[in-house]
T-cell receptor, first 116, second 117 residues
Framework: AQSVAQPEDQVNVAEGNPLTVKCTYS??????LFWYVQYPNRGLQFLLKYITGDNLVKGSYGFEAEFNKSQTSFHLKKPSALVSDSALYFCAVTPRASSNTGKLIFGQGTTLQVKP | GAVVSQHPSWVICKSGTSVKIECRSL??????MFWYRQFPKQSLMLMATSNEGSKATYEQGVEKDKFLINHASLTLSTLTVTSAHPEDSSFYIC?????????????FGPGTRLTVL
């Protein structure tokens, strides 16, 4: 079965430190990869996506993600965390074979807590 | 960017009543929209795919007669929870598929908190 895993339920970092939120996937072929962020009682906001090309993708709010095909990973990163980055982060993939339907497969989410 | 709105943002209703939730794509047309349900501190559960001009496609285990979906235009999809019961209380989120660029991207609405008393 195709799946997305976010192995950490919660990530805690100090403000100003770099952060990494991990994501691995088990999907056939070369899927399209996405990161979304959700603030309390809100919908999801699009951060970035990987289609092809450069393995390092830059997105909104200073976030970036590194695609690693051999490790089937797409970790979200930021060089310097802000308290306002505290939120719930979702990794999602669309298998290329399913691109016509547009369905996303979501990870279970990782809560990022940035402390002052 | 692409903006998706939802209305209402929250609703409280009595058991047995029906509730309609609207999802609109504000600055792009969306032939496909999606409806999700989210429980506290959990991931999103896809309920159905809403297709403009045709019937919605429901995920396994989702009652199509209970969760009525209508996608009457390229910018509007509605979800009606019929004869709502307390177990239907949840956070409902819609998304709209933006197909204008190389790869489709789903943009999400802000969600609707439904509480059934």
């Amino acid at each position: 079965a195709q799946s997305v895993a976010q192995p950490e339920d919660q990530v805690n970092v100090a403000e100003g430190n770099p952060l990494t939120v991990k994501c691995t996937y088990s999907v056939s072929g070369n899927p399209y990869l996405f990161w979304y962020v959700q603030y309390p009682n809100r919908g999801l906001q699009f951060l970035l996506k990987y289609i092809t090309g450069d393995n390092l993708v830059k997105g909104s709010y200073g976030f970036e993600a590194e695609f690693n095909k051999s490790q089937t990973s797409f970790h979200l990163k930021k060089p310097s965390a802000l308290v306002s980055d505290s939120a719930l982060y979702f990794c999602a993939v669309t298998p290329r074979a399913s691109s016509n339907t547009g369905k996303l497969i979501f990870g279970q989410g990782t809560t990022l807590q940035v402390k002052p | 960017g692409a903006v998706v709105s939802q209305h209402p943002s929250w609703v409280i209703c009595k058991s047995g009543t029906s509730v309609k939730i609207e999802c609109r794509s504000l600055d792009f047309q969306a032939t496909t929209m999606f409806w999700y349900r989210q429980f506290p501190k959990q991931s999103l559960m896809l309920m159905a795919t809403s297709n403009e001009g045709s019937k919605a496609t429901y995920e396994q285990g989702v009652e199509k007669d209970k969760f009525l979906i209508n996608h009457a235009s390229l910018t509007l999809s509605t979800l009606t929870v019929t004869s709502a019961h307390p177990e239907d209380s949840s956070f409902y989120i819609c998304s709209a598929r933006d197909t204008r660029y190389q790869i489709d991207t789903q943009y999400f609405g802000p969600g609707t908190r439904l509480t059934v008393l």
